[in-house]
Every structure is written in C-alpha cells, then in structure tokens.
C-alpha cells in the first residue's frame, strides 16, 4: 500500500513540474524494500544452492578395516580400574 501510494506520488509529480524534489520522500520509500531484496538474495543464495545428494558423487575404493592389539594388562588384582569415572557425572550441574 505504501508503494503504490508512493508511485501515485511519483506519477503525479512526473506529470507536474519535474525539480520540485517531490520525488525525495519516494526515493526514501523505495529504498528499504530494495535494500531488504539485496539482503534477502544477497544472504539466502538461492541461486548458489548446492544440493548435496544430487550433485555430488561418492565412491569409496580400497577401503580397510583391522583392529590392532596395542596393550595388555596381566596380574591385575582389581576387578575394575581404581580411578574409574564412571560412578560420577561430571559437569551435569544439578
């Protein structure tokens, strides 16, 4: 509503004398709805989407799995480890 009555002003003030800075509010008023439609393209990139499960290929090749043995504990006297944690729940802060 705002831009239509501000084209009404603009076209109404063409028709008339064309330096009496009638055209200033206009310009004011345009001005948001252009900047928010830069903003908008400028942060939502729609045109540079990338659609990730369609546009990409992946292909794994060669791939491996082992498990390698890296420490044993013998003699031990404990059934658990003496400085377990898993009794205390740290940073939970209730």
Same mark, same amino acid.
């Given at each position: 509503?705002?831009? +239509?009555? !501000?084209?009404?002003?603009?076209?109404?003030?063409?028709?008339?004398?064309?330096?009496?800075?009638?055209?200033?509010?206009?310009?004011?008023?345009?001005?948001?709805?252009?900047?928010?439609?830069?903003?908008?393209?400028?942060?939502?990139? +729609?045109?540079?989407?990338?659609?990730?499960? +369609? %546009?990409?290929?992946?292909? &794994? &090749?060669?791939?491996?799995?082992?498990? %390698?043995? &890296?420490?044993?504990? +013998?003699?031990?006297?404990?059934?658990?480890?003496?400085? !377990?944690?898993?009794?205390?729940?740290?940073?939970?802060?209730?």
């Amino acid at each position: 509503m705002i831009i +239509t009555h !501000a084209l009404g002003i603009a076209l109404a003030s063409s028709s008339g004398s064309s330096d009496d800075g009638s055209w200033v509010p206009l310009l004011f008023l345009l001005s948001g709805p252009v900047f928010f439609f830069i903003m908008y393209t400028y942060y939502r990139n +729609t045109d540079k989407r990338h659609r990730h499960e +369609t %546009e990409t290929s992946a292909e &794994v &090749v060669g791939m491996q799995a082992f498990d %390698e043995r &890296v420490d044993h504990v +013998t003699g031990s006297s404990y059934a658990s480890k003496q400085d !377990a944690n898993h009794r205390e729940v740290r940073g939970a802060g209730f």
